[in-house]
């Protein structure tokens, strides 16, 4: 799946489906996807192997926001990041430079409150679970939306483990002002597991080897 063309096709038949915007990663991919939807597009770039890796330096900012991508999420906690820059400073370069809005990626209270004095643009709960400081799932982390979603004078995005309709509702209802779902639309190896695991352990399941 990991292929620009197939992310492509899947964002397209999201937009068919009635997404109000799309959220992808990669540099061709969101190069793709922008020249083929209309819709509201946040961009990243997941890369290298440390603990920050989403959009993890300014030079992956601005290539992003190079994409047409309208709003550039990067990480937004407060772990050193690899060009040694601070949050604050990759914000303001996306801003003079290239116009476009960000948005932080954060996964607790603290890092929300400082994303949005940082600057940010938007906040989103993405890295809920994701740290090791953070509260573990399994279900999305609505008492972090909806305490940034109330307290932060920016729009909340909430996202990270939403899996299903009802929990994206939850969401906009904790005070989230739009939910990003990844893995429930864009994986199907995963989906397909949670049915596959869910029949296998019922008593009548089969059991696959
Ligand atoms: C932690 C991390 O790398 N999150 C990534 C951020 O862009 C994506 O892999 C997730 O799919 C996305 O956040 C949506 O979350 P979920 O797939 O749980 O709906």
């Given at each position: 799946?990991?292929?620009?063309?197939?992310?492509?096709?899947?964002?397209q038949?999201?937009?068919?489906?009635?997404?109000?915007?799309?959220?992808?990663?990669?540099?061709?991919?969101?190069?793709?996807?922008?020249?083929?939807?209309?819709?509201?597009?946040?961009?990243?770039?997941?890369?290298?192997?440390?603990?920050?890796?989403?959009?993890?330096?300014?030079?992956?900012?601005?290539a992003?926001?190079?994409?047409?991508?309208?709003?550039?999420?990067?990480?937004?906690?407060?772990?050193?990041?690899?060009?040694?820059?601070?949050?604050?400073?990759?914000?303001?370069a996306?801003?003079?430079?290239?116009?476009?809005?960000?948005?932080a990626?954060?996964?607790?209270?603290?890092?929300?409150?400082?994303?949005?004095?940082?600057?940010?643009?938007?906040?989103?709960?993405?890295?809920?679970?994701?740290?090791?400081?953070?509260?573990?799932?399994?279900?999305?982390?609505?008492?972090?939306?909806?305490?940034?979603?109330?307290?932060?004078?920016?729009?909340?995005?909430?996202?990270?483990?939403?899996?299903?309709?009802?929990?994206a509702?939850?969401?906009?209802?904790?005070?989230?002002?739009?939910?990003?779902?990844?893995?429930?639309?864009?994986?199907?190896?995963?989906?397909?597991?949670?049915?596959?695991?869910?029949?296998s352990?019922?008593?009548?399941?089969?059991?696959?080897?």
């Amino acid at each position: 799946m990991r292929d620009p063309g197939t992310m492509c096709r899947i964002a397209q038949a999201a937009a068919a489906g009635g997404a109000a915007g799309i959220r992808a990663q990669g540099i061709e991919d969101l190069r793709r996807i922008r020249a083929a939807l209309d819709l509201p597009l946040i961009g990243l770039w997941k890369d290298g192997d440390g603990e920050v890796f989403i959009t993890p330096t300014l030079d992956h900012a601005l290539a992003v926001a190079g994409t047409g991508a309208d709003i550039v999420a990067v990480d937004g906690t407060l772990r050193p990041r690899p060009d040694g820059r601070t949050f604050a400073e990759i914000i303001a370069a996306v801003h003079d430079r290239t116009g476009r809005l960000v948005m932080a990626d954060v996964s607790t209270y603290e890092e929300g409150v400082a994303a949005a004095e940082a600057g940010a643009d938007v906040v989103g709960t993405t890295l809920a679970g994701h740290t090791p400081h953070s509260r573990p799932g399994p279900g999305p982390d609505l008492e972090l939306v909806a305490a940034l979603s109330h307290d932060l004078p920016v729009p909340v995005i909430a996202e990270g483990r939403i899996h299903t309709p009802e929990q994206a509702a939850a969401a906009v209802e904790a005070g989230a002002h739009a939910v990003v779902v990844g893995t429930a639309i864009t994986h199907p190896t995963t989906i397909t597991r949670w049915f596959a695991d869910s029949v296998s352990r019922s008593p009548r399941g089969v059991h696959p080897k």
